[in-house]
């Protein structure tokens, strides 16, 4: 079993930043993609990126690029999400996942809110 514990969620006014970060549990498992997900309230998830092992291939949404960095660190198996030029819309909870041997793990949500 892996578990992903997320932090970093805030409350920040529009063109601020934030920086989310996934630590995943436990370590001795090899951790193939990563990525985040969100959910602005009373809608669907949708993706927001992904990033592969080694960090060779990444993925954003059309609506966070130029403005979002996917990353990722193994040697503290921690992936990261930096948040910059923040608009009201990208308010959502934010859910960071793992696919470990074809299977998909989920963090808990962290809740990003973007207000003046």
């Known amino acids: 079993q892996v578990q992903l514990v997320e932090s970093g969620g805030g409350l920040v006014q529009p063109g601020g930043s934030l920086r989310l970060s996934c630590v995943a549990f436990?370590?001795?498992?090899?951790?193939?993609?990563m990525g985040w997900y969100r959910q602005p309230l009373g809608k669907q998830r949708d993706v927001v990126a992904v990033?592969?092992?080694?960090?060779?291939?990444?993925n954003y949404a059309d609506s966070v690029k130029g403005r979002f960095t996917i990353s990722r660190d193994n040697t503290k198996n921690t992936g990261y999400l930096q948040m910059n030029s923040l608009k009201p819309e990208d308010t959502a909870v934010y859910y960071c996942?793992?696919?470990?041997?074809?299977?998909?793990?989920w963090g808990q949500g962290t809740q990003v809110t973007v207000s003046s």
């Open positions: 990033i592969s092992n080694s960090g060779g291939s990444i």
């Open positions: 996942y793992a696919v470990v041997s074809g299977r998909i793990y």
């Open positions: 436990a370590s001795s498992f090899r951790i193939d993609f």
